[in-house]
Each structure stands twice: as structure tokens, then as C-alpha cells.
């Protein structure tokens, strides 16, 4: 099969994760803190109650991450994705029905669960199969939704939480993300670059059919799961993923307990999220460039001083080196992981692995906010949950340098 001239058709893959990542993960993952004040006050609730409901979420998430490679080895890709990219907006309208926290839960079990058919794992599935150059570019700039999304959105939610209440803004989101998404996972995805009668971008040493998948090199999950460096590897997905959380869903109740205006902290939250966007893609490009080490251990390292500069916010401007920095760190978590699986472990059972990587960093996402907001409500303070997670991320640093050159050696072989 040749390459067909013009824009690869892989670049409308990544265009379709990228509106995945801009109105279902962004919506329902990095702007929950915009809604934390008005629903706590309205049903009576803790600030950790409220945060439970993304911990419900991840855990849905982790459920099928964990069973990916049974998923994605028996069903297409973007058959899942399009029935769940139709079931999700329909659940989350119906926060705005809700009447108690515990409803919030049920409906962000089915939210969850779709967000983990439609989200991380298939995303990377599809970006693995379709590149075979620039795959960090690719991921980069699929990732990049979730921040430039959140750069756009957030503003707007939060206004919207001001002027038409919370309820009726939950609504308007519904309707958002199923009136631009469900066209791409109906009409644009595409499981295999067969489909389109092309190799991957960067072509294949051998034509990739529909039937079965060329031979890849790596290691299978059960081989992965007799190597000491992937079980070192989950948890430091499980805390980086823990401290990246927070600091996104975090930022906007933190900026107003500083005194600023709800809609001052908003705006600092999206500054947060375009700044996270930009650095998608840049981390990508580094990825691509200087390898897996050296852009891994750089990434952990902005999470620790974004950590530090945020527990030392006695200034915004200690709050704007806090926004800036944290952007490559939390880009590691989506732009690094994949391209880190795929490293350790090359392709040949990449959606299984993956699944557990993924798995274990929605386990991160499900405690980091919690923690920190209980931390919270213990101390009055976020302060002591930033000095926390710097503390955390900078042993990584070292467990992360330790596991590559196990990992390594070991693909040398």
C-alpha cells in the first residue's frame, strides 16, 4: 500500500482525540474544582465528599484500563468509542439533575466508565498504530486538548456557574461535548491506516491488514509483569499522576482561598491549562528529540519546583511560576506515559501494558485531589499537600533514572 499525497490521515486521528481530550477529558477531569464551591454549599458537604466524585470516576476509568487488552483485542476501537462517546454525555447531563452527593456518584461510575472506553487507552492504541514518526509529536498534539480546552472552557464554566447556575451549566456541557465529538468518533476515527488503504505515518516495514496485526517487537503483559522495573514503574505513574491531578482540579478553590474573586481564580486556572497545552506538545517534540531519560527526569523535576512555588504562593507571582512550570510537568502525565510504555515495553502487546499504566494512573487521579483536599480540611491550608507532593515527585526522579536502565539493559538484550 503507498502513502497517498497530501495530509496523512493520521493527522485527522489525532485531530478527533484531540476534541476527545478538549471537551470529554478536560470537562470532566479538569473542571470539577470550577463547580467544588457552588455544590458543596448547596448540599452541605465537605470539600473531599465533593472530590470523591472524581475518585468514583478514576476508579471507573481503572476498571477498564485494567481490562484493555481484552477490550481492544476483542471489539474495535471505534466501535467502543463511538457507542461510549454517545453514552457519555447523556450520564453527565444528569449531574444536573442530581439532588445528593450520592447521586453525583452513580452517574460518574457510568461517566467514568465511559470516559476509560473513550479516553487514554484506545487514544494511544490508535496514535501507536497510526505513527511511526513524530509519534510524540502526535501525542503531543492529541493530548494537547485537555489544556487548550481547559484554556477556552474554563472562563466560560465559570461565568456560566455565575450568571445560569450550576446545574444549568453541567447541561450546556452535555450538549457541547455530544454535538462536537460524537461526529468524530462516528465519521473520522478509524481503527487500522488499512482502513484508508495507507501505511502509518513514516510507512511500515510491513503492511499492516485488518485481519491481524503485523508482528511488533516488545514483550507480551504476562512477560512485562516478571520484570522488576514495570512494577516499579506503576507507582511512580500512580503518585506523578496523584500530583498532577491535584495541582489542575486544585488551582481555582486555592487562587480564591488566596482572596482572589472566583472569576480571577478561573482565569488563572485556564492560564494553567493553556499553559499545559503549549507544553504538550513541546514535551512531545522533546520526547521525540532526546529520548525517554532525559525529558522523563525533566518533567519530574518541574513537578517538584511547581509544587514548591505553589506552597510558597506568598505572591502571584510565585502563583504564575507555579502555572508556568507545572506545564511539562503535567504533560508527562498523558504525553509521557505512552511514549514511556512503548519505550519499556515496545508494541507487541502495547494496549494490554498500556492499560495497566493506565490503570495505576487513575488510581493517582483518584486520591491526589482527595488527599490533598483532606489535607485541606484537616489543616485549613493546601500548603502542606504542595510541600507533600514535591517531596514525592523528587524521590521519583531517582526511582524513575533507576527503572530506565533496568528496562533498558534489558530491550538490549
Request: proline share 3%.
Given at each position: 500500500?503507498?502513502?497517498?499525497?497530501?495530509?496523512?490521515?493520521?493527522?485527522?486521528?489525532?485531530?478527533?482525540?484531540?476534541?476527545?481530550?478538549?471537551?470529554f477529558?478536560?470537562?470532566?477531569?479538569?473542571?470539577?474544582?470550577?463547580?467544588?464551591?457552588?455544590?458543596?454549599?448547596?448540599?452541605?458537604?465537605?470539600?473531599?465528599?465533593?472530590?470523591?466524585?472524581?475518585t468514583?470516576?478514576?476508579?471507573?476509568?481503572?476498571?477498564?484500563?485494567?481490562?484493555?487488552?481484552?477490550?481492544?483485542?476483542?471489539?474495535?476501537?471505534?466501535?467502543?468509542?463511538?457507542?461510549?462517546?454517545?453514552?457519555?454525555?447523556?450520564?453527565?447531563?444528569?449531574?444536573?439533575?442530581?439532588?445528593s452527593?450520592?447521586?453525583?456518584?452513580?452517574?460518574?461510575?457510568?461517566?467514568?466508565?465511559?470516559?476509560?472506553?473513550?479516553?487514554?487507552?484506545?487514544?494511544?492504541?490508535?496514535?501507536?498504530?497510526?505513527?511511526?514518526e513524530?509519534?510524540?509529536l502526535?501525542?503531543?498534539?492529541?493530548?494537547?486538548?485537555?489544556?487548550?480546552?481547559?484554556?477556552?472552557?474554563?472562563?466560560?464554566?465559570?461565568?456560566?456557574?455565575?450568571?445560569?447556575?450550576?446545574?444549568?451549566?453541567?447541561?450546556?456541557?452535555?450538549?457541547?461535548?455530544?454535538?462536537?465529538?460524537?461526529?468524530?468518533?462516528?465519521?473520522?476515527?478509524?481503527?487500522?491506516?488499512?482502513?484508508?488503504?495507507?501505511?502509518?505515518?513514516?510507512?511500515?516495514?510491513?503492511?499492516?491488514?485488518?485481519?491481524?496485526?503485523?508482528?511488533?517487537?516488545?514483550?507480551?503483559?504476562?512477560?512485562?509483569?516478571?520484570?522488576?522495573y514495570?512494577?516499579?514503574?506503576?507507582?511512580?505513574?500512580?503518585?506523578?499522576?496523584?500530583?498532577?491531578?491535584?495541582?489542575v482540579?486544585?488551582?481555582?478553590?486555592?487562587?480564591?482561598?488566596?482572596?482572589?474573586?472566583?472569576?480571577?481564580?478561573?482565569?488563572?486556572?485556564?492560564?494553567?491549562?493553556?499553559?499545559?497545552?503549549?507544553?504538550?506538545?513541546?514535551?512531545?517534540?522533546?520526547?521525540?528529540?532526546?529520548?525517554?531519560?532525559?525529558?522523563?527526569?525533566?518533567?519530574?523535576?518541574?513537578?517538584?519546583?511547581?509544587?514548591?512555588?505553589?506552597?510558597?504562593?506568598?505572591?502571584?507571582?510565585?502563583?504564575?511560576?507555579?502555572?508556568?512550570?507545572?506545564?511539562?510537568?503535567?504533560?508527562?502525565?498523558?504525553?509521557?506515559?505512552?511514549?514511556?510504555?512503548?519505550?519499556?515495553?515496545?508494541?507487541?502487546?502495547?494496549?494490554?501494558?498500556?492499560?495497566?499504566?493506565?490503570?495505576?494512573?487513575?488510581?493517582?487521579?483518584?486520591?491526589?485531589?482527595?488527599?490533598?483536599?483532606?489535607?485541606?480540611d484537616?489543616?485549613?491550608?493546601?500548603?502542606?499537600?504542595?510541600?507533600?507532593?514535591?517531596?514525592?515527585?523528587?524521590?521519583?526522579?531517582?526511582?524513575?533514572?533507576?527503572?530506565?536502565?533496568?528496562?533498558?539493559?534489558?530491550?538490549?538484550k
Open positions: 500500500m503507498e502513502s497517498k499525497k497530501g495530509i496523512h490521515y493520521g493527522w485527522l486521528i489525532v485531530f478527533s482525540c484531540f476534541m476527545i481530550m478538549s471537551l477529558l478536560c470537562i470532566v477531569m479538569n473542571c470539577p474544582g470550577l463547580f467544588l464551591i457552588s455544590v458543596t454549599e448547596e448540599f452541605g458537604i465537605t470539600r473531599s465528599q465533593y472530590t470523591l466524585n472524581t468514583v470516576i478514576s476508579a471507573a476509568m481503572m476498571v477498564v484500563a485494567m481490562n484493555a487488552g481484552r477490550i481492544f483485542s476483542k471489539f474495535s476501537v471505534k466501535k467502543v468509542m463511538m457507542v461510549s462517546s454517545i453514552i457519555l454525555p447523556i450520564a453527565y447531563f444528569f449531574f444536573s439533575k442530581a439532588t452527593i450520592y447521586m453525583f456518584y452513580a452517574i460518574s461510575a457510568v461517566v467514568g466508565l465511559c470516559m476509560g472506553l473513550c479516553g487514554m487507552v484506545p487514544m494511544s492504541t490508535l496514535i501507536t498504530r497510526w505513527f511511526n513524530k509519534k510524540g502526535a501525542t503531543g498534539l492529541a493530548f494537547t486538548g485537555s489544556g487548550l480546552g481547559g484554556m477556552i472552557l474554563q472562563p466560560i464554566i465559570g461565568k456560566l456557574i455565575v450568571n445560569v447556575g450550576w446545574r444549568n451549566t453541567y447541561a450546556i456541557l452535555a450538549v457541547l461535548m455530544f454535538a462536537l465529538v460524537v461526529p468524530c468518533t462516528v465519521f473520522i476515527i478509524k481503527d487500522y491506516p488499512s482502513d484508508k488503504g495507507l501505511q502509518p505515518f513514516g510507512g511500515a516495514p510491513k503492511a499492516v491488514d485488518n485481519s491481524a496485526a503485523v508482528e511488533e517487537d516488545g514483550v507480551t503483559l504476562a512477560q512485562a509483569r516478571k520484570k522488576a514495570f512494577w516499579m514503574f506503576l507507582p511512580l505513574v500512580t503518585l506523578s499522576s496523584a500530583a498532577a491531578c491535584s495541582m482540579q486544585n488551582v481555582s478553590p486555592y487562587v480564591t482561598d488566596l482572596g482572589f474573586d472566583p472569576t480571577v481564580a478561573a482565569s488563572l486556572s485556564a492560564l494553567s491549562l493553556g499553559v499545559l497545552a503549549a507544553c504538550k506538545v513541546l514535551l512531545g517534540q522533546i520526547y521525540d528529540k532526546k529520548g525517554s531519560l532525559f525529558t522523563t527526569v525533566m518533567s519530574l523535576t518541574c513537578l517538584v519546583a511547581a509544587a514548591v512555588c505553589y506552597a510558597s504562593a506568598v505572591n502571584t507571582a510565585f502563583l504564575y511560576a507555579g502555572i508556568f512550570i507545572s506545564g511539562l510537568g503535567i504533560a508527562y502525565t498523558t504525553v509521557g506515559y505512552p511514549i514511556n510504555t512503548q519505550s519499556m515495553f515496545g508494541k507487541k502487546d502495547y494496549s494490554a501494558i498500556y492499560g495497566n499504566v493506565a490503570s495505576f494512573s487513575s488510581i493517582g487521579t483518584a486520591i491526589g485531589s482527595p488527599i490533598t483536599s483532606m489535607i485541606y484537616a489543616t485549613g491550608s493546601y500548603r502542606m499537600a504542595w510541600f507533600m507532593w514535591a517531596a514525592v515527585n523528587a524521590v521519583a526522579i531517582f526511582v524513575f533514572i533507576a527503572l530506565n536502565k533496568m528496562a533498558q539493559k534489558d530491550r538490549a
